[in-house]
Protein backbone atom coordinates (compact mmCIF):
# COMPACT_ATOMS: atom_id res chain seq x y z
CA UNK A 1 0.00 0.00 0.00
CA UNK A 2 1.00 3.30 -1.13
CA UNK A 3 1.76 5.38 2.60
CA UNK A 4 3.07 8.63 0.20
CA UNK A 5 -0.11 10.63 0.63
CA UNK A 6 1.23 13.75 2.57
CA UNK A 7 4.06 16.74 2.14
CA UNK A 8 5.80 15.37 4.86
CA UNK A 9 5.72 11.89 3.63
CA UNK A 10 7.03 12.84 0.28
CA UNK A 11 9.59 15.28 1.13
CA UNK A 12 11.32 12.88 3.51
CA UNK A 13 11.16 9.97 0.60
CA UNK A 14 12.68 12.63 -1.58
CA UNK A 15 15.47 13.66 0.10
CA UNK A 16 16.70 10.33 0.94
CA UNK A 17 17.35 9.72 -2.77
CA UNK A 18 20.26 10.63 -4.38
CA UNK A 19 19.97 14.10 -5.19
CA UNK A 20 17.41 15.01 -2.62
CA UNK A 21 14.95 16.96 -5.37
CA UNK A 22 13.84 14.33 -7.42
CA UNK A 23 13.47 10.28 -6.87
CA UNK A 24 11.84 7.78 -9.58
CA UNK A 25 9.18 5.52 -7.79
CA UNK A 26 8.06 2.23 -8.31
CA UNK A 27 5.16 3.26 -10.88
CA UNK A 28 6.04 3.20 -14.62
CA UNK A 29 7.08 6.83 -15.93
CA UNK A 30 6.32 8.39 -12.73
CA UNK A 31 8.54 10.44 -9.84
CA UNK A 32 8.14 12.45 -6.74
CA UNK A 33 10.12 16.12 -6.96
CA UNK A 34 10.68 18.88 -5.24
CA UNK A 35 9.50 22.45 -6.98
CA UNK A 36 13.01 24.22 -7.42
CA UNK A 37 12.77 27.62 -5.26
CA UNK A 38 9.51 27.08 -3.90
CA UNK A 39 8.49 24.71 -0.80
CA UNK A 40 5.87 22.90 -2.52
CA UNK A 41 6.57 18.72 -3.93
CA UNK A 42 5.07 17.19 -6.29
CA UNK A 43 3.76 13.50 -8.01
CA UNK A 44 5.18 13.97 -11.81
CA UNK A 45 3.59 11.57 -14.55
CA UNK A 46 5.48 12.16 -17.93
CA UNK A 47 6.15 15.46 -17.84
CA UNK A 48 3.10 16.76 -15.70
CA UNK A 49 2.96 17.81 -12.31
CA UNK A 50 -0.88 15.70 -11.44
CA UNK A 51 -0.82 16.06 -7.81
CA UNK A 52 1.24 18.87 -6.17
CA UNK A 53 1.70 18.86 -2.27
CA UNK A 54 1.85 21.96 -0.29
CA UNK A 55 3.60 22.68 3.50
CA UNK A 56 0.11 24.37 4.46
CA UNK A 57 -1.82 20.98 3.99
CA UNK A 58 -3.39 22.18 0.49
CA UNK A 59 -3.48 19.41 -2.45
CA UNK A 60 -3.67 20.72 -6.20
CA UNK A 61 -4.43 18.55 -9.07
CA UNK A 62 -3.62 18.93 -12.83
CA UNK A 63 -3.63 16.38 -15.11
CA UNK A 64 -2.18 18.85 -18.36
CA UNK A 65 -5.04 17.41 -20.70
CA UNK A 66 -4.43 13.75 -20.21
CA UNK A 67 -8.04 12.52 -19.47
CA UNK A 68 -6.75 8.70 -19.22
CA UNK A 69 -7.35 6.05 -16.79
CA UNK A 70 -3.51 5.84 -16.34
CA UNK A 71 -3.86 9.77 -14.54
CA UNK A 72 -6.70 9.28 -12.78
CA UNK A 73 -4.91 5.79 -11.38
CA UNK A 74 -1.85 7.58 -10.04
CA UNK A 75 -4.07 10.70 -8.76
CA UNK A 76 -5.91 7.95 -6.57
CA UNK A 77 -2.75 6.24 -5.41
CA UNK A 78 -1.21 9.39 -4.22
CA UNK A 79 -4.49 11.09 -2.63
CA UNK A 80 -5.49 10.72 0.84
CA UNK A 81 -8.55 8.93 1.67
CA UNK A 82 -11.28 9.79 1.43
CA UNK A 83 -10.77 12.23 -1.79
CA UNK A 84 -11.01 10.40 -5.30
CA UNK A 85 -10.77 11.05 -8.38
CA UNK A 86 -13.65 9.44 -10.33
CA UNK A 87 -15.09 9.16 -13.86
CA UNK A 88 -18.66 9.68 -15.21
CA UNK A 89 -19.75 8.83 -18.69
CA UNK A 90 -16.21 10.31 -19.29
CA UNK A 91 -16.39 13.08 -17.18
CA UNK A 92 -14.11 13.56 -14.13
CA UNK A 93 -14.85 14.43 -10.92
CA UNK A 94 -13.18 14.97 -7.26
CA UNK A 95 -15.45 12.84 -4.23
CA UNK A 96 -14.83 12.96 -0.94
CA UNK A 97 -18.35 10.92 -0.24
CA UNK A 98 -21.48 10.00 -2.33
CA UNK A 99 -22.37 13.01 -1.43
CA UNK A 100 -19.45 15.42 -2.42
CA UNK A 101 -18.19 15.43 -5.57
CA UNK A 102 -16.76 18.48 -7.81
CA UNK A 103 -16.71 18.66 -11.56
CA UNK A 104 -12.64 17.96 -12.51
CA UNK A 105 -10.73 21.34 -13.81
CA UNK A 106 -6.86 21.62 -13.72
CA UNK A 107 -5.79 23.54 -10.53
CA UNK A 108 -8.66 22.53 -8.44
CA UNK A 109 -7.69 22.93 -5.11
CA UNK A 110 -8.26 20.45 -1.91
CA UNK A 111 -7.53 22.52 1.16
CA UNK A 112 -6.31 21.29 4.72
CA UNK A 113 -10.05 22.12 6.44
CA UNK A 114 -11.41 19.98 3.65
CA UNK A 115 -13.01 23.03 1.79
CA UNK A 116 -12.34 22.31 -2.18
CA UNK A 117 -11.94 25.78 -4.86
CA UNK A 118 -10.94 26.40 -8.57
CA UNK A 119 -13.40 23.01 -9.29
CA UNK A 120 -15.40 23.11 -12.91
CA UNK A 121 -18.43 23.27 -13.70
CA UNK A 122 -21.71 21.31 -14.27
CA UNK A 123 -21.93 23.42 -17.46
CA UNK A 124 -18.55 23.02 -18.40
CA UNK A 125 -18.74 19.39 -18.04
CA UNK A 126 -21.56 19.57 -20.41
CA UNK A 127 -19.51 21.73 -22.71
CA UNK A 128 -16.73 18.95 -22.89
CA UNK A 129 -19.15 16.59 -23.20
CA UNK A 130 -20.39 18.11 -26.45
CA UNK A 131 -16.92 19.09 -27.60
CA UNK A 132 -15.70 15.61 -27.25
CA UNK A 133 -18.60 14.26 -29.17
CA UNK A 134 -17.80 16.79 -32.14
CA UNK A 135 -14.17 15.61 -32.18
CA UNK A 136 -15.35 11.94 -33.08
CA UNK A 137 -17.60 13.19 -35.36
CA UNK A 138 -15.20 15.33 -37.42
CA UNK A 139 -12.72 12.51 -36.97
CA UNK A 140 -14.62 9.80 -38.29
CA UNK A 141 -15.83 12.56 -41.29
CA UNK A 142 -12.06 13.23 -41.50
CA UNK A 143 -11.19 9.38 -42.24
CA UNK A 144 -14.36 8.93 -44.84
CA UNK A 145 -13.06 11.53 -46.52
CA UNK A 146 -9.24 10.06 -46.74
CA UNK A 147 -10.72 6.36 -47.68
CA UNK A 148 -12.58 8.11 -50.31
CA UNK A 149 -9.42 9.78 -51.70
CA UNK A 150 -10.45 13.10 -51.11
CA UNK A 151 -7.79 14.58 -49.20
CA UNK A 152 -4.30 15.15 -50.40
CA UNK A 153 -0.81 15.92 -49.04
CA UNK A 154 0.25 18.43 -46.97
CA UNK A 155 0.78 22.15 -49.18
CA UNK A 156 0.82 26.08 -49.04
CA UNK A 157 -3.00 26.21 -49.40
CA UNK A 158 -3.54 24.23 -45.70
CA UNK A 159 -4.08 26.20 -42.61
CA UNK A 160 -1.17 28.04 -41.94
CA UNK A 161 -1.22 27.45 -38.02
CA UNK A 162 -1.28 23.42 -38.97
CA UNK A 163 0.72 23.55 -41.80
CA UNK A 164 3.76 26.19 -40.48
CA UNK A 165 6.63 25.40 -38.44
CA UNK A 166 7.80 27.30 -35.42
CA UNK A 167 9.78 25.91 -32.90
CA UNK A 168 10.32 22.55 -34.34
CA UNK A 169 6.51 22.48 -34.12
CA UNK A 170 3.04 23.36 -35.98
CA UNK A 171 2.92 27.01 -35.71
CA UNK A 172 -0.62 26.62 -33.59
CA UNK A 173 1.13 24.90 -31.02
CA UNK A 174 4.38 27.24 -30.71
CA UNK A 175 1.83 30.19 -30.59
CA UNK A 176 -0.86 28.01 -28.13
CA UNK A 177 -3.67 29.03 -30.03
CA UNK A 178 -5.97 25.87 -30.80
CA UNK A 179 -9.09 28.18 -32.48
CA UNK A 180 -8.28 26.59 -35.52
CA UNK A 181 -8.80 23.64 -34.46
CA UNK A 182 -12.33 24.76 -33.57
CA UNK A 183 -12.73 26.48 -37.12
CA UNK A 184 -11.80 23.04 -38.42
CA UNK A 185 -13.89 20.88 -36.54
CA UNK A 186 -16.74 23.45 -37.27
CA UNK A 187 -16.42 24.22 -41.06
CA UNK A 188 -15.52 19.79 -41.72
CA UNK A 189 -12.31 21.34 -42.73
CA UNK A 190 -10.39 18.51 -43.57
CA UNK A 191 -6.15 19.54 -43.65
CA UNK A 192 -4.04 17.11 -45.12
CA UNK A 193 -1.39 18.97 -42.49
CA UNK A 194 -3.64 18.43 -39.23
CA UNK A 195 -3.74 14.70 -40.44
CA UNK A 196 -0.25 14.55 -40.80
CA UNK A 197 0.71 16.32 -37.48
CA UNK A 198 -1.40 13.72 -36.00
CA UNK A 199 0.34 10.80 -37.01
CA UNK A 200 3.49 12.57 -36.40
CA UNK A 201 2.49 12.82 -32.68
CA UNK A 202 0.22 9.77 -32.08
CA UNK A 203 1.43 6.09 -31.64
CA UNK A 204 0.01 3.87 -34.27
CA UNK A 205 1.03 0.97 -36.60
CA UNK A 206 3.36 1.57 -39.30
CA UNK A 207 0.78 -0.48 -41.66
CA UNK A 208 -1.46 2.46 -40.85
CA UNK A 209 0.74 5.44 -41.64
CA UNK A 210 1.81 3.45 -44.85
CA UNK A 211 -2.32 2.88 -46.01
CA UNK A 212 -2.75 6.81 -44.99
CA UNK A 213 0.34 7.68 -46.87
CA UNK A 214 -0.85 5.88 -50.34
CA UNK A 215 -4.66 7.23 -50.36
CA UNK A 216 -3.39 10.69 -49.93
CA UNK A 217 -0.69 10.22 -53.02
CA UNK A 218 -2.24 11.87 -56.01
CA UNK A 219 0.02 9.64 -57.90
CA UNK A 220 0.72 5.80 -55.65
CA UNK A 221 2.23 3.12 -57.35
CA UNK A 222 -0.02 1.26 -59.61
CA UNK A 223 -1.42 -1.32 -57.69
CA UNK A 224 -1.44 0.20 -54.12
CA UNK A 225 -4.29 2.21 -54.12
CA UNK A 226 -6.71 -1.13 -54.62
CA UNK A 227 -4.68 -2.95 -51.56
CA UNK A 228 -5.55 0.20 -49.33
CA UNK A 229 -9.32 0.50 -50.71
CA UNK A 230 -10.51 -3.14 -50.20
CA UNK A 231 -13.26 -3.66 -47.35
CA UNK A 232 -10.88 -4.87 -44.49
CA UNK A 233 -7.93 -2.13 -45.31
CA UNK A 234 -10.75 0.47 -45.17
CA UNK A 235 -12.35 -0.20 -42.30
CA UNK A 236 -8.69 -0.71 -40.51
CA UNK A 237 -7.51 2.41 -41.59
CA UNK A 238 -10.27 4.37 -40.90
CA UNK A 239 -11.20 3.17 -37.04
CA UNK A 240 -6.90 4.22 -37.29
CA UNK A 241 -7.51 7.71 -38.11
CA UNK A 242 -10.24 8.12 -36.15
CA UNK A 243 -8.59 7.62 -32.83
CA UNK A 244 -5.42 9.41 -33.93
CA UNK A 245 -7.33 12.46 -34.90
CA UNK A 246 -8.98 12.14 -31.53
CA UNK A 247 -6.27 11.72 -29.44
CA UNK A 248 -4.23 14.89 -31.38
CA UNK A 249 -7.27 17.14 -31.30
CA UNK A 250 -8.35 15.96 -27.81
CA UNK A 251 -5.28 16.69 -26.17
CA UNK A 252 -5.38 20.00 -27.10
CA UNK A 253 -8.98 21.33 -26.56
CA UNK A 254 -9.97 19.49 -23.39
CA UNK A 255 -7.40 20.31 -21.28
Given at each position: MNKLKSYE??????????????????QRNTRLTRIYGRDEVAVRL??????TFYP?????????????PTTSTRMNEYLPLPWRI????????????????WPFANGITIHADGTVDREGSLSEVQARKELRRSIKQ?????????VARQVGQPG?????????QAEGKPLGDAIE??????LHIEEDYFVPSLLWNAVHEVPHAPIEEI???????????EGHVQVATNDYSKEYVKKGIVRILTKYLSTRLLK
Open positions: AIYEYIIAGHNQWDRPTEHQTNIVNGDIVLANGGWYTVSDKGQWFLTKDWDHRYATKFADAVAGDCMHCHWSNEHLLTIGILTDPNPP
